[in-house]
């Protein structure tokens, strides 16, 4: 049901007592508003009898609360820690608006220690319901609810309440009815407000048996979808590979690889729309509702990633939608190739292959392929100075993942979409990306807890790279500082050396200024790399080492100014 739609007028489901002035009062019943759970004043509310009838409570339990009492101690995002380590399990904590599946993001610290903590301060469910399958949601929400099923490998938060039938299974049938418009129309007549509580669902009514077994089907099928979507982007625990690069959408080029995985992003949108309308069909007759809602679930309800209307909201043109999810696919790529870069990934592989901590069991041979780098440090430059840096491994990296007689094609399609400048070349604007946006664009997919950490000089630009919160250890700033920032000290020294012969050469004032433009520049980022070097230097006789579970917000402080957006990151 479209948000917008959510006055009684706009449910079109008052009846006018009266023509004249008492067309703006309505008759409703004393004994319907007493129907209904805690009587509330709801008068456009019909088909109150079936609140006398079986409800949700009826064959739900709640299954309580989880409240660590202290998040940022005991939750992460599961890319912090160390894959396969016991410690940490899958937290529902509320999240966006989704329905069916997903929201998979966060951790809880589940140690011995840590539950007895929890349960010493009264934040620990009952044990029987732990590791068991329901139905969760957001708490808070900005408009509509969304429901979907909780795995049997997660945890829940008092954000995310959660619910159980006697068998531990996901009632599909309930969690269809949770996402109908019916649902909505009911629980905003019991609680009006933004928090959607466990009682507020147990009192809505649900009589199973005359719900069609169609539902079943139906709502298996949204899950299976919705889980599809969920998996096809890095931030799922569950991510195998990019969907561009599946064979399933291979095309010749890059561009015609898109498009065919375009359409079957259009495809599981309107499948997905089809059987949510189904179902809310036989809802609405089963409840006979058919004259006060509609079974219509507009596109910006249709929660899927690949769905461009719902991940960028309503009210902008196809064209710009298309823009807008080419532009992130792109990126996503790109993302997708820097994690090949640094062993997270491997185009031999399926999966997550690296991700534990110091480097420590790194093999390899699992990246034959498109290797992955030595060390795990990736020099981001704006002036091409290494022989190893993010362009440069990129473009090896397309050359290898696609067909190398559409490589060119390839580069400039993948320019195209990156906001490329006159007379740019592709690789230039896919440098001045490396250099100026992607750290961004990444912070914002990892929610401001990075997995690629920007070492950098500073303003000028003189050095920054890459390193892989996975593979850091103690001798890492040392590699930093003898592999490449002692290297470019030299580099810029020459060619500041060279200019000025350059210039001493120039025959007209033009090109002296334009050469002593030059000069200025780089003396700028001789005198920044300088003080980098110092502080590098200091912090690599540290030989600092991590602990993935303190979480990246704690080891980020570890390294005085060195690292780009402290102040985003840790708040400090």
Same mark, same amino acid.
Request: net charge negative.
């Given at each position: 049901m479209n948000k917008d739609s959510e006055t009684p007028s706009a449910l079109n489901t008052a009846l006018p007592a009266k023509e004249g002035a008492e067309k703006y009062f309505f008759r409703a019943s004393a004994e319907d508003f007493k129907k209904i759970p805690g009587s509330p004043i709801a008068y456009w509310i019909k088909s109150t009898h079936l609140f006398e009838g079986e409800k949700?409570?009826?064959? %739900?339990?709640? +299954? $309580?609360?989880?409240?660590?009492?202290?998040n940022g101690k005991y939750l992460r995002f599961f890319w912090e820690v160390r894959c396969h380590n016991e410690r940490w399990i899958s937290y529902a904590n509320g999240g966006d608006f989704r329905k069916y599946a997903g929201n &998979?993001?966060?951790?809880?610290?589940?140690?011995?220690?840590?539950?007895?903590?929890?349960?010493?301060? +009264?934040?620990?469910?009952?044990?029987?319901?732990?590791?068991?399958?329901?139905?969760?949601?957001?708490?808070?929400?900005? !408009?509509?609810?969304?429901?979907? /099923?909780k795995p049997t490998y997660s945890q829940y938060s008092s954000g995310s309440p959660t619910i159980f039938n006697e068998k531990f299974q996901c009632d599909k049938k309930a969690l269809a009815f949770l996402n109908s418009p019916i649902s909505y129309y009911y629980l905003k007549a019991i609680n009006p407000t933004l928090n959607t509580t466990v009682n507020d669902v147990f009192a809505l009514p649900f009589p199973d048996e005359i719900i069609p077994k169609m539902v079943i089907k139906n709502t298996d099928r949204c899950i299976d979808v919705s889980k599809e979507d969920w998996n096809a982007f890095e931030t799922s625990w569950d991510f195998t590979g990019l969907p561009?690069?599946?064979?399933?959408?291979?095309?010749?080029?890059?561009?015609?690889?898109?498009q065919k995985l375009r359409t079957y992003w259009q495809e599981m949108t309107l499948e997905m729309q089809q059987l949510e309308e189904e179902n809310n069909r036989i809802f609405i007759e089963a409840y006979g509702l058919q004259d006060e809602l509609t079974p219509d679930v507009p596109l910006h309800e249709i929660t899927l990633t690949c769905n461009p209307h719902y991940r960028y909201g309503k009210n902008k043109t196809e064209k710009e939608y298309e823009i807008l999810q080419r532009t992130d696919t792109i990126k996503e790529l790109i993302s997708y190739a820097i994690g090949c870069m640094m062993g997270r990934y491997s185009l031999d592989h399926p999966g997550l292959i690296y991700a534990h901590s110091g480097n420590i069991d790194f093999d390899p041979l699992k990246y034959k392929i498109f290797p992955a780098d030595d060390d795990g440090i990736i020099p981001i430059m704006d002036i091409d100075w290494f022989k190893d840096d993010a362009t440069k491994k990129f473009v090896e990296f397309? @050359?290898?993942?696609?067909?190398?007689?559409?490589?060119?094609?390839?580069?400039? %399609?993948?320019?195209?979409?990156?906001?490329? @400048?006159?007379? &740019?070349?592709?690789?230039?604007?896919? =440098?001045?990306?490396?250099?100026? /946006?992607? %750290?961004?664009?990444?912070?914002k997919t990892y929610k401001k807890r990075p997995i690629y950490w920007l070492f950098s000089? $500073?303003?000028?630009?003189? %050095?920054?790279?890459?390193?892989?919160?996975? =593979?850091?250890?103690?001798?890492?700033?040392?590699?930093?500082?003898?592999?490449?920032?002692?290297?470019?000290? +030299?580099? /810029?020294? !020459?060619? /500041? &050396?060279?200019?000025?012969?350059? @210039?001493?050469?120039?025959?007209? !004032?033009?090109?002296?200024?334009?050469?002593?433009k030059q000069i200025d520049v780089l003396k700028k980022k001789q005198?920044?790399?300088?003080?980098?070097?110092?502080?590098?230097r200091h912090y690599a006789d540290?030989?600092?080492?991590?602990?993935?579970?303190?979480?990246?917000?704690?080891?980020? &402080?570890?390294?005085?100014?060195?690292?780009?957006?402290? @102040?985003?990151?840790? +708040?400090?």
């Open positions: 949700i409570g009826d064959s %739900f339990v709640s +299954g $309580g609360r989880n409240k660590t009492h202290d &998979e993001l966060q951790h809880v610290d589940w140690s011995d220690k840590a539950i007895s903590f929890y349960d010493s301060q +009264g934040g620990l469910c009952n044990p029987k319901y732990w590791n068991k399958e329901g139905i969760t949601w957001s708490l808070i929400t900005s !408009a509509i609810n969304s429901f979907r /099923i561009l690069l599946n064979p399933d959408y291979r095309k010749s080029t890059l561009m015609a690889s898109y397309v @050359k290898i993942a696609f067909p190398p007689e559409t490589f060119d094609g390839n580069l400039e %399609f993948i320019a195209d979409n990156l906001n490329p @400048k006159a007379n &740019e070349s592709p690789e230039d604007t896919i =440098r001045r990306y490396f250099s100026t /946006i992607f %750290f961004k664009d990444h912070m000089s $500073g303003k000028q630009k003189a %050095f920054e790279c890459l390193v892989y919160l996975h =593979r850091y250890n103690e001798s890492t700033l040392s590699r930093m500082r003898s592999s490449y920032v002692t290297p470019l000290q +030299g580099n /810029i020294s !020459a060619r /500041i &050396e060279f200019l000025d012969h350059e @210039k001493d050469s120039a025959t007209n !004032a033009s090109s002296q200024k334009k050469i002593q005198v920044e790399l300088q003080s980098f070097d110092d502080e590098l540290m030989r600092i080492s991590l602990d993935l579970d303190d979480g990246v917000k704690v080891n980020y &402080e570890k390294f005085g100014n060195l690292l780009a957006e402290k @102040k985003a990151i840790t +708040g400090k």
